[in-house]
């Protein structure tokens, strides 16, 4: 009878053991308990127009990230268009500041702002319209 007893307490051990595992995730492919972060990122306006004349604009971003940090790129801007990201105190999302030159072709674009966080990565595509420094 001892025997026996001691093989259950033996055996339930082993259970709560697997179970204890399994429930934390170790070596498993699942990722256990503590999912792996998601980002996103999405601009107060989806249509921005900048001119010619250099005057900048600012545009608010919104990042949702588990980090207080980001490193941010804007990819397909034209010609003498350039973006700086400030990001606030507190947290990633912040304030682009949008600004064209005499260079810049008029016309319409489609600029991606990527964003890298927390190990992850999102985009989002806007419209960029640079106009004549006299046409608007």
């Known amino acids: 009878m001892h025997g026996l007893a001691r093989a259950s307490r033996w055996t339930f051990a082993a259970c709560l053991?697997?179970?204890s595992l399994e429930m934390v995730g170790c070596g498993g492919s699942r990722g256990g308990m503590f999912p792996q972060a998601h980002i996103e990122v999405s601009l107060a306006f989806t249509r921005i127009e900048v001119s010619q004349s250099g005057m900048p604009v600012s545009?608010?971003?919104?990042?949702?990230?588990?980090?207080?940090?980001?490193?941010v790129a804007v990819t397909g801007?034209?010609?003498?268009?350039?973006?700086?990201?400030?990001?606030?105190?507190?947290?990633p999302s912040g304030i682009l500041k949008f600004m064209a030159n005499t260079t810049s072709p008029i016309g319409n674009y489609m600029p991606v702002v990527?964003?890298?966080?927390?190990?992850?990565?999102?985009s989002t595509q806007?419209?960029?319209?640079?106009k004549s420094a006299t046409g608007m």
């Open 114 to 122: 990527t964003v890298n966080s927390a190990g992850q990565m999102a």
């Open 77 to 91: 801007l034209p010609t003498g268009c350039s973006v700086m990201y400030s990001a606030s105190d507190t947290n």
């Open 17 to 19: 053991l697997g179970a």
């Open 59 to 71: 545009v608010a971003i919104q990042i949702e990230s588990p980090s207080e940090t980001a490193l």
């Open 126 to 130: 806007f419209t960029l319209v640079v």
